[in-house]
């Protein structure tokens, strides 16, 4: 691994772990973090969470877990070339997901509205309760006792309320200021990985089709490119390769944008980079582009008919689920019960937001089915 750049996140300017620890013996400290992360039982259950399709509509679709990893692997490309702690993103990468509800936005925006006259639900927010709580996996503390600069990263999102009540993890919120470049770099990872890989399982799905996608112009320019030079392969292997190309074409761009800000900026250690505007960025032209892209997506595959329906059942089965856990705790596993209403209410939002897919579906059949009750 190349030196890192003075303004990089290391061991020697990390602010530590909330509970000190002896250090790791053979690997670094964000080596530790992502190895937590990884053995959380959180992150296993990503493998039957929602990224647009619902788990059981197909075993190719992408999951929470295949998307983490992916969104990892694009990340530690980025930091590489610029010489960023590989290690760091590669954490906030796999645990920027641990909080997600099942199925997806929707189940998100569902259990936000049960949520509403108790502080609400995020999933950013439930991502840090998960690494700082939730996890019960140590002797010495719960949660997976991470280093500042992870949980940093996890929490991309926090509003001013929220924020006030983290202490010196939510700072930055409260006096604008920005998250270390690791962490910045996890973000748009993240958007690269989702957009590009949404038009692949939105084509197989046969929701979208290539030819509509001809007139969104970063796909377009690809598409041309692979068609002219692959006259004769087949359609699978056309998307497979536009997808490709694109995302080579948003991580070059990134890497080189993000190297003028930083230039231009004269970065020589981490607290410029806190007070400094954002630096890991795209150019202005393949911004509007990837906004094209996002416009095309909401209408054609994120409004599409059938992905509508099956979010309208989602959204039902979280109502459905946190009013009567909310009406009967004892309905609740134990771990789960709490007396007070407040105190219940976050326990039942912990508990829907833990769940899978496909667990959601079968603990709801389970409580409300006639049928299952007489089998």
Do not use: W
């Not at 309905?331 to 769940?355: C, H, K, N, S, W």
């Amino acid at each position: 691994m190349a030196e890192l750049a003075p303004y990089a996140v290391s061991e020697a300017n990390s602010r530590g772990r909330n509970m000190a620890e002896e250090a790791p013996c053979g690997r670094s400290e964000f080596q530790r973090d992502r190895d937590r992360i990884i053995h959380s039982g959180a992150f296993r259950r990503l493998e039957y969470k929602t990224q647009v399709f619902v788990n059981h509509e197909g075993d190719l679709f992408r999951t929470r877990l295949t998307h983490s990893i992916e969104v990892a692997q694009i990340a530690r490309s980025i930091a590489r070339r610029l010489r960023l702690n590989e290690d760091l993103v590669e954490a906030i990468s796999l645990a920027h997901d641990l909080g997600h509800t099942p199925f997806g936005h929707a189940g998100q925006d569902a259990l936000n509205t049960c949520m509403k006259e108790y502080g609400g639900f995020e999933h950013n927010l439930q991502s840090l309760r998960v690494v700082d709580l939730l996890e019960e996996r140590y002797a010495a503390f719960d949660g997976l006792n991470l280093c500042f600069e992870t949980r940093e990263g996890i929490l991309k999102h926090c509003s001013a309320t929220n924020a006030a009540k983290l202490g010196e993890l939510g700072e930055r919120f409260l006096h604008n200021r920005r998250p270390s470049l690791e962490a910045q770099i996890a973000n748009l990872a993240d958007e690269i990985a989702y957009n590009n890989h949404d038009v692949d399982d939105g084509i197989r799905s046969g929701l979208i089709e290539l030819d509509q996608l001809a007139a969104v112009p970063l796909v377009a320019r690809h598409l041309h490119e692979v068609r002219a030079a692959y006259p004769d392969l087949p359609e699978r292997r056309v998307v497979h390769e536009t997808v490709r190309r694109m995302i080579n074409t948003l991580v070059s761009d990134l890497i080189r944008q993000s190297e003028r800000n930083i230039s231009a900026q004269g970065l020589s250690t981490i607290e410029d980079v806190r007070n400094a505007p954002v630096m890991i960025a795209f150019s202005a032209e393949v911004i509007e582009q990837q906004r094209a892209l996002k416009n095309f997506l909401h209408t054609h595959l994120y409004r599409h008919y059938r992905v509508m329906r099956m979010s309208s059942k989602a959204q039902r089965i979280i109502s459905d689920l946190f009013a009567i856990f909310m009406q009967d705790v004892r309905l609740l596993p134990p771990p789960f019960q709490r007396q007070t209403e407040p105190e219940r209410a976050r326990a039942v939002a912990d508990y829907i937001a833990g769940m899978t897919d496909r667990y959601a579906i079968r603990e709801h059949r389970r409580i409300f089915a006639v049928e299952e009750v007489l089998a």
